[in-house]
């Protein structure tokens, strides 16, 4: 039996690779629903900012005339997804894991839930990696008439006819809610400490990808996957392209928001201090029409502090608000429950993690993670295969524990976000992969038992 925690992206991908290597499994999950990230985000315009053809599971890719889509629909493909391969009847909703214990004697986990404990000998964790959110404090905001409220706690289904909102963030949410909630407030003032790289698409998919899905659906499924690697090595070239030149770089995105707002605008709001892909940069649809209607005015400055009906800039100026909503994110927390092994706590602060599928000392745990830059789905998948080849090897060879040794590693992060550098110390050390999916599809996840440790 292999114990999968969450029912998220990657715990329904562990799943769907359990079953098709004929291991028996269950999956823990704590809410009512599976989906996580894409069933619990239900602020104005949640969505993706990866290709969803890219981002979804290779063994299912999503067909659709957009790029790019919102999270209902994300939600729904993962149900079909769960429906199709019949997972949905392994899931046991409304079960939070509490501890999972593994005991070297008895080669077995023991993970405690809010409803009973359940043993085995794999632990795969895809309990995802945002936890709470993270909401800043300001000074006064208790004196503040008006709503602070945080995207986690928002609702779409909320509108503000006639309510003056200011939303805070410059990261991904901001610039997917902006123009939604420009479409429902009496007015829309998007208020960032600093800019960041904003890149507005065309939503609709190309000729090549409609035909790649097209012949898809009558199984012709060579083109599509195709599609898929083309669509990460593009990527990847650009990831490499921008942080090698980034001068041309910088050039670009200038050259991009040319004609869309004035010089001194673009310098103020759209020109940051890094430069392109050192950040992950949000994908923008509808951003650009609503800044150049004025649908969504944009405010540079740091919030000093908020009086009853105003936010106080830094320099002086206040800003009138009604709803003052937070787009600043998440805390980061790899591991959402406490990890024993013979009795110890694991402290996972700066653990070493091979190839973002094992931890250094916990036997048989296996927890497949994304790459920051690009598709979570494009390195989750493979290292949840490559968990399944050690599986495979271990029934083959009569094997009961497989693990690698705690060590010190060193570990930068491919991008350097605000939210990963506030709470880089406690996150695990990623090595053992180059970070470019492309890549490390075709050369890192080669298994060489030699490499780790089998008893
Ligand atoms: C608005 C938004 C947009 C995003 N867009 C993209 C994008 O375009 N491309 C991309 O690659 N990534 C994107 N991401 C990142 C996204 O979170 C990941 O791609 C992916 O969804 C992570 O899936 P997961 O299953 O690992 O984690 P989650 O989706 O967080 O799911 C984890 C699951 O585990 C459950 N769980 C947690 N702890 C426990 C416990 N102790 N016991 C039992 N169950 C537990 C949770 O309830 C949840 O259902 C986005 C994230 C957000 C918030």
Same mark, same amino acid.
């Given at each position: 039996m292999v114990v999968v925690i969450g029912a998220g992206?990657?715990?329904?991908?562990?799943? !769907? !690779?359990?079953?098709?290597?004929?291991?028996? !499994? *269950?999956?823990?999950?704590?809410?009512?629903?599976?989906g996580g990230t894409w069933y619990t985000q239900r602020w104005h315009g949640a969505r993706c900012d990866s290709d969803f053809v890219k981002y979804s599971y290779s063994f299912k890719p999503y067909s659709s005339p957009r790029c790019l889509v919102e999270r209902e629909e994300i939600h729904r493909y993962l149900r079909s997804v769960v429906e199709e391969f019949c997972i949905l009847e392994h899931i046991r909703f409304g079960t939070r894991v509490i501890t999972a214990s593994f005991?070297?004697?008895?080669?077995?986990?023991? *993970?405690?839930?809010? +409803?009973? =404990? &359940?043993?085995?000998?794999?632990?795969?964790?895809?309990?995802? !990696?945002?936890?709470?959110?993270?909401?800043?404090?300001f000074p006064g905001a208790e004196t503040f008439a008006g709503e602070i409220v945080h995207t986690f706690d928002l609702d779409a289904g909320r509108t503000f006819p006639s309510q003056h909102v200011v939303l805070v963030g410059s990261g991904s949410t901001a610039v997917c809610a902006a123009p939604a909630l420009a479409g429902i407030s009496g007015s829309l003032t998007m208020l960032q400490r600093s800019p960041s790289y904003i890149y507005e698409i065309d939503n609709r998919a190309t000729v090549l990808m409609r035909l790649c899905q097209y012949l898809y659906g009558r199984g012709v499924g060579f083109p599509m996957h195709a599609l898929r690697r083309y669509l990460q090595a593009r990527d990847d070239a650009i990831f490499v392209g921008f942080r090698s030149f980034p001068r041309v770089a910088r050039w670009y995105f200038r050259r991009h928001w040319r004609g869309t707002v004035s010089r001194a605008e673009l310098e103020e709001h759209f020109t940051p201090s890094y430069s392109p892909w050192e950040q992950r940069i949000p994908v923008a649809i509808g951003f650009k029409d609503a800044v150049r209607r004025g649908a969504v005015r944009m405010k540079t400055a740091t919030i000093e502090r908020f009086t009853a009906d105003a936010i106080v800039l830094a320099g002086g100026e206040e800003l009138r608000g009604d709803i003052c909503i937070l787009a600043t994110g998440f805390q980061l927390d790899f591991v959402q429950f406490e990890l024993r092994v013979d009795g110890v706590e694991v402290d996972t602060a700066g653990i070493n993690f091979y190839k973002g599928i094992m931890m250094g000392g916990v036997p048989n745990y296996f927890q497949p993670v994304g790459v920051w830059?690009? =598709?979570?789905?494009?390195?989750?998948?493979?290292?949840?295969? &490559?968990?399944m080849k050690i599986m495979k090897f271990m029934a083959v060879h009569g094997l009961d524990q497989v693990g690698i040794e705690r060590r010190a590693v060193q570990y930068t992060p491919a991008i350097t976000p605000e939210y990963l550098m506030r709470d880089l110390p406690k996150l695990p050390r990623l090595y053992g992969s180059?970070?470019?999916?492309s890549l490390d599809n075709l050369?890192?996840? +080669?298994?060489?038992p030699q490499k780790l440790n089998f008893e």
């Open positions: 992206i990657t715990g329904i991908g562990a799943a !769907y !690779y359990l079953r098709a290597n004929n291991f028996p !499994y *269950v999956v823990l999950e704590a809410d009512d629903d599976v005991d070297t004697a008895e080669r077995c986990w023991t *993970v405690q839930t809010t +409803r009973g =404990a &359940f043993r085995s000998k794999f632990l795969i964790n895809g309990n995802g !990696y945002f936890s709470l959110p993270h909401k800043p404090t830059h690009s =598709a979570w789905t494009q390195r989750s998948e493979t290292s949840t295969r &490559f968990a180059w970070e470019l999916p050369f890192r996840y +080669r298994f060489a």
